[in-house]
């Protein structure tokens, strides 16, 4: 079964800090993909990356940086973590060939206070 | 913005009974994809019904797709407690690899 592994389950942080959430998958997809969800508004892709070192901006990337080194690690990066970024993060990896589905880890709650 | 549009966007139901979810889109699309999401977790892949498919089957799944009304259905037979839940509707464009998810239809079946 595919494995896709988010660093910590729930985050508090402070407005302005920097905020790091990982996220691993451990079946060599080549695609991955960030997305907020909240009540709502539904889930909305803030960036994706294709490849190593490739990255795509989503629907919401602004306040948001991402950094893909290696293929099995896909990072979202808070520059300066605010109030509006509050939210449930979710991280998935899917395979390169088409019309193959996406799969989840299990989401980070950040909540920045 | 959203491509997916989940209808109902609750639904309770006893269990034993079938729930059919509905989803209608506006664009183009390569493939359409049904989510599960219990509360508190990620995602969970049901099943993907590409363009130049109708029906899909897997096992009480069971999903259509109408390209030419832009809509596909979900249905749930003989539902159980387990199967409460958010379910989400999403597109894949003939252009590009994003996924475009609805705001999803929460479903609660009571013992």
């Known amino acids: 079964d595919v494995k896709v592994t988010q660093s910590s389950r729930y985050l508090v942080k402070r407005t302005g800090e920097k905020v790091f959430l990982e996220c691993v998958q451990d079946?060599?997809?080549?695609?991955m993909f960030w997305y907020r969800q909240d009540p709502g508004l539904g889930l909305r892709l803030i960036y994706f990356s294709y490849d190593v070192k490739m990255k795509e901006k989503g629907d919401i990337p602004e306040g948001y940086s991402v950094s893909r080194e290696k293929k099995e690690r896909f990072s979202l990066i808070l520059e300066s973590a605010s109030t509006n970024q509050t939210s449930m993060y979710l991280c998935?990896?899917?395979?390169?060939?088409?019309?193959?589905?996406?799969?989840f880890g299990d989401g980070t709650r950040l909540s920045i206070l | 913005s959203q491509q997916g549009e989940e209808d109902p966007q609750a639904l309770s139901i006893q269990e034993g009974e079938n729930a059919t979810m509905n989803c209608s889109y506006k664009t183009s699309i390569n493939n359409l994809q049904w989510y599960r999401q219990n509360s508190g977790r990620g995602l969970v892949h049901l099943i993907l019904?590409?363009?130049?498919?109708r029906e899909k089957h897997s096992g009480r799944l069971r999903v259509t797709l109408d390209t030419s009304k832009k809509s596909s259905s979900l249905l749930i037979t003989a539902s159980r407690a387990a199967d409460t839940a958010s379910y989400f509707c999403a597109t894949l464009r003939n252009q590009g690899g994003k996924l475009i998810f609805g705001q999803g239809t929460e479903l609660s079946v009571k013992p």
């Open positions: 079946m060599d997809h080549e695609n």
């Open positions: 998935a990896s899917s395979p390169g060939e088409p019309n193959q589905p996406q799969h």
């Open positions: 019904i590409r363009s130049n498919e």
